[in-house]
């Protein structure tokens, strides 16, 4: 089963952290994912640059609308995901707890769908 | 098997029924790895038993029998839909592969499913109101009318939150199974709790005009023998304790009229001997393991009081120590405020008073009704007549219940007219 993580967090938490404690936090995270992939349950995994650089596109009456910002402002940011293929649910949970960011934000594990949208 | 043969064979399916079947539906449900499916299967097979029963005789396994009947049935099911959906014809080629006939042999996981249902039923990732609403269903066996009733709601509202619970199961693939030994504290945590506000939910209900639900109450302490049967822990044991001290004080903790009666008042020779026993051996076996916490703490304070004559020959020194232990294993505010209670009952009230005010000013308890009540009833006893009206005026604003509201009433006339009680 797959499920992709979203990792939130507050930016301004990674603001304010020392250059040092953040390459720290880089190295435990890419580290961290490097394990899942040699266990074969990484399909894809990657942090996202800062929330001001978000455009959210909509097509309203066959017109491309993009806007500035991300599409709903919130407290967290998403800051990353990883994309997993475990058991099931208790596993995703695992591997997510396990994430160096879900010490001080929140991951939210969503199952995927296998085929199609309907 | 004898007296079973000698009965009508509907009798005997009604009683089979009864007791066995959550413990076919734990099974099927893992056999073909879905909720729906396995009511389904379930329906069936007590259907065909009924049908088959009185023609050929009690099997002499029910339980397997009706499992066995429940998974080929729903093989069977399967292979004919399969007509309109080619999918299901491999779904029930994978059941009949992976799983095997408890019939042809033996299956060791079947002692096992019961567990896994209550701990699927309290998956964290369920809400607490879907945790509670499933549990009743699939593992107590209530029906969604029961339940509603019970938490005084709509049949429609605890259906759908059953009918979401069972999607979210289904679709993020929340296993069927009895959590690794390093995840069990955590996970049966979730689980006590969802017991512990069903009996609290029957014990003291939060709103409306009956203070006992007694079916609720009686259904979280058969979910508490089933889970001590399962799994001896020794919370769980305590959780039980604690539910089975409070269970023996029913009878006596309202009078004829549905009133409240407090503890000090309440007439201890109708306290339940048999619960408070079961309860007090309990505690013994938890405590031994040394590794108990609050629901052991909990029920132990319980036993103090269930072994006192009365108010006054209660060991409140004792009560006051396990209070302390309890506040360091759940410090909350709550639990403060029961220790001032009992230290107010070991030291006078100008000491209790003294920490509930204190309690009071950090605020986390302003909106707590049992908070101005108690802080009224201190002050009552001290004489402080304009704080005990203040403190009774409070209470009653933010009270819920009908019966404590008809009691602060009564506290508050009796302070008016100053009779004393």
Redo the contacts between chains.
Sequence with gaps: ?KYLCLVYLEEKILNAMPQKERVALSDESMAYCDQLQKQGQLLAASPLHPVETATTVRVRDGKTVPTDGPFAETKEQLGGFLMIDV????DA?RIAAQFPAARFGSIE?R?MKELGCA | MSDKASRPPRETVDAIYRTESRRVLATLIRLLGDFDAAEEALHEAFTAAMEQWPRDGVPANPLAWLVSTGRFKAIDGMRRRARYDASLNELAKHIENTSSDPLEQKDEHIEDDRLRLIFTCCHPALTPEAQIALTLREVCGLTTEEIARAFLTKPATIAQRIVRAKAKIRDARIPYEVPLPSELPGRLDTVLHVVYLVFNEGYSASFGSSLTRADLSGEAIRLGRLLVQLLAEPEVMGLLAMMLLHESRRTARTSESGDLVLLEQQNRSLWNRDHIGEGVRLIERALASRRFGPYTLQAAIAAVHAEAPDTAETDWAQIVALYDLLFRADPSPIVELNRAVAIAMRDGPTKGLELVDKLLARGALANYHLAHAVRADLCRRLGKKADARASYERALVLTTQEPERRFLEKRLKELVDGTVS
């Excluded at chain 1, 058991?87 to 208790?90: G, H, M, S, T, V």
Aim: aromatic share 0%.
């Design positions: 089963m058991r099931d649910l208790n949970i594990v199952p």
